[in-house]
């Protein structure tokens, strides 16, 4: 046996006994001639005692942090006062009879015993990311997303979802990012392209008659990088058959219910709060609005002709937005403070914040002016102004712009207001979604993927006015992070193809790129629907963390680089020619 127990195990009851340890070495302490090494595994820390005359003469190593130590020695009770209760193994020590160095260790690249190692730079971080999983607090994050995964799949088993695995190398299915290719060598020429996602392979389950689908699958999509972004990430992939919007939604809502409470402790009450798109982005500017902030944004479009302030008026006319944002108490903000706001919706496109006081005695500041008697009531009333608010508004020609301004700002003083305590969660469902956004040139594309079925009552807009079609589609969101999307399926060929056309994908791309779904639809296909879970994201804001790299083994940097392989990399040209490929002169790369 190379060790009898782990460095977190040993207690009072193990006295007397011989023990055989192996770990790191997480600190020496030297007390002339005696020496204290704290060893350390996953499961926690023992206090070793190296004292020669216990070691049959033999010479004490050299001890370095992070050496590997087996150690064999007598547990023996720690002197009264030297105990220490907050570590299990506090009430003993191991007396040292033998000591080998297994795994010796140089100078580190950085001290691991920084917590959390929030002031090492991230890449040196990655780039060692063996050292910097040794410590606890990185530790324990990837033990509770083992823990979530276990948890996620319980709760599927416990419900017949079935787990299947679906193909890597595969075809390009669509779900609006760039797909990585890898070429094929039998096939010159050719390439499979990595799943963006198992979409229609879910689909073709139900089809299959599997009823239930489960898969914790990695997904990869060719984007630009963002603190929630990676090129691959792994997805809780979900499908239904016989099921309705209530169904997915029923079955996520106690799954997720079920793992919060049992990870975290925290009980979240279902239903869940649901918020059509539409009333989403008016009330929070956007479509993954974080409910931790009690504010919400007002619109002032229908009272600009009673408000006498240009600026307002000439966005509505130009077909923008008026929307305004109440602080409650904010009047007591300070100049400094407010300017600090104007800056930052700067950053978001806005031209300005128009702000204004509701004081004790008087409306302050520079939009005071034009809120007098009637003006001054509309604004306090759909603003739900009382005494000592501060007023900000947002105007511009374009709604993207206010919209997503003042979300920004919304967040924003969240943050400084303490409304973003990462152990409170809130979580909400997104429905009605359009089924689809209007591309560069004003040609429809879809918002979530081409399979999601229409809203029953907008079928007939599709070619009439297909932007104003809603979608059978929803997002559970948490904390202001889309951490989930889904929707009904679309499971007759006439329709699914009428949605291709729509797209602009004839009946010959059709055939070309999806003849396999049209095919399987052909056969009894049972109506379905389903959602996939961002497990990065969910594992990020279960451990409080506000990166997604910091959840993620090995990930890449926001270049798309491994640090620890130093992938991507060049190949040997023999590899390329083997593929039948040759590389084009370099490109500059993108700049962000
Ligand atoms: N395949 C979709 C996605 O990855 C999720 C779904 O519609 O189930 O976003």
Redesign the pocket.
Known sequence: MLRTQTCGELTAENEGQVAVLIGWVDAVRDHGGVRFVDLRDRYGRTQVTLHPDNLGGAEIPTLRAEQVLRIEGAVNMRPDGMRNPKLTTGDIELIATSVQVVGDCPALPFDLSDVGGGDVNEELRFQYRFLDMRRDSVKRRFILRSDLLHELRQFLHGEEFVELETPVLTKSTP?GARDFLVPSRLNPGEFYALP????IF?QLFMVAGFDRYMQIVR?FRDEDLRADRQPEFT?L???LACVEEDDVIDVVERMVAQVISRLKGIDIPTPFPRLSFADSVARYGTDAPDLRSPLVLETLDDLVDRIPFNIFQKAVEAGGHVKGLRIPGGGAWSRKVVTELEGFVKNFGAGGLAWVKSNEDAWVGPLSRFLEGESKTLVAERMHAEVGDLLLFVADAKKSVVNQSLAQLRKEIARREGHNDPEQLAVCWVTEFPLFDSDDDGNPTPC??P??APHPEDVGLLDSEPLRARARAYDLVLNGFEIG???IRIHQRDLQERVFQRIGIGPEEAVEKFSFLLEALKYGAPPHG???LGIDRLAMLLVGDSSIREVIAFPKTQRGGCPLTDAPSPVDPAQLAELGLELAPKVPAPTE
């Open positions: 779900e963006q996602s198992p979409q879910k997904c997805q992939d979900l499908e979530h993927h399979f999601t999307g889904g929707s389903g959602i996939a």
